[in-house]
């Protein structure tokens, strides 16, 4: 079993530049959950994709948005950086279309200078 | 999440001693209560869960238990070893977004 990976592990940008992530979700799992996840707290949730639509979405702006394949992997892109976008960001899969019993990846570590 | 309150967020103990760390949550209509636990580098792994329809579930060494009038809940490890020292979240589901507390570092010390 494959668990979830995450692409590229560390990733260095400037204010005002757009970013892409990338995530495999755990063999057999069709949901894909996206965290932030600033040093010294707790991860915070992005968005949520089941079935290649957005089903679920915090306290984040329209700049972060995502998509899922049909292969179930899933991209997180975020527009217009700023220094405060600057977190580990962490993807999780889940059985289908639940929120719990997520497994996470290792994460991307995102600076923005 | 803000309204999400975990402590202690720094918990120092001795290998072999028992560790707590609690959670206390605001949405009573949330029913599923995880705990992950996060080594360095690492992305959060879920080490025990329970839902809103049992007070306690046991798994070797980790336990969680549950009180909804109070909106609680608990994670206990006994006899800690120096593997367990990490940061431990808990992450309850309220209205329907998965929130996790700021985190305990949890210390075991040999």
């Known amino acids: 079993e494959t668990g979830v990976t995450q692409s590229p592990t560390h990733l260095i940008k400037t204010r005002g530049q757009q970013v892409t992530l990338r995530c495999s979700s755990q063999?057999?799992?069709?949901?894909v959950s996206w965290y932030q996840q600033a040093l010294g707290q707790g991860p915070q949730f992005i968005f949520q994709?089941?079935?290649?639509?957005?089903?679920g979405r915090g306290n984040f702006p329209p700049r972060f948005s995502g998509l899922q394949f049909p292969n179930y992997s899933s991209e997180l892109n975020v527009n217009a950086l700023e220094l405060d976008d600057s977190a580990l960001y962490l993807c999780?899969?889940?059985?289908?279309?639940?929120?719990?019993?997520?497994?996470f990846g290792p994460g991307t570590r995102l600076t923005v200078l | 999440g803000e309204n999400v309150e975990q402590h202690p967020s720094t918990l120092s103990v001795q290998e072999g001693d028992s560790a707590v760390i609690k959670c206390t949550y605001s949405?009573?209509?949330?029913?599923?209560f995880p705990w992950y636990k996060q080594e360095l580098g690492k992305g959060p792994q879920l080490i025990i869960d329970?839902?809103?329809?049992?007070g306690e579930k046991k798994d070797q060494r980790i336990a969680v238990t549950l009180n909804k009038t109070a909106k609680h809940f608990s994670l206990h490890i006994t006899e800690t070893q120096p593997e367990d020292s990490a940061v431990y979240f808990c992450?309850?589901?309220?209205?329907?977004?998965?929130?996790f507390g700021r985190g305990t570092s949890l210390i075991v010390h040999p």
């Open positions: 999780a899969s889940s059985l289908p279309g639940v929120l719990d019993e997520q497994f």
């Open positions: 063999s057999g799992h069709n949901t």
């Open positions: 994709y089941y079935r290649e639509e957005e089903n």
């Open positions: 949405d009573s209509a949330s029913n599923y």
């Open positions: 329970i839902r809103s329809n049992v």
């Open positions: 992450a309850p589901i309220l209205s329907y977004i998965p929130t």
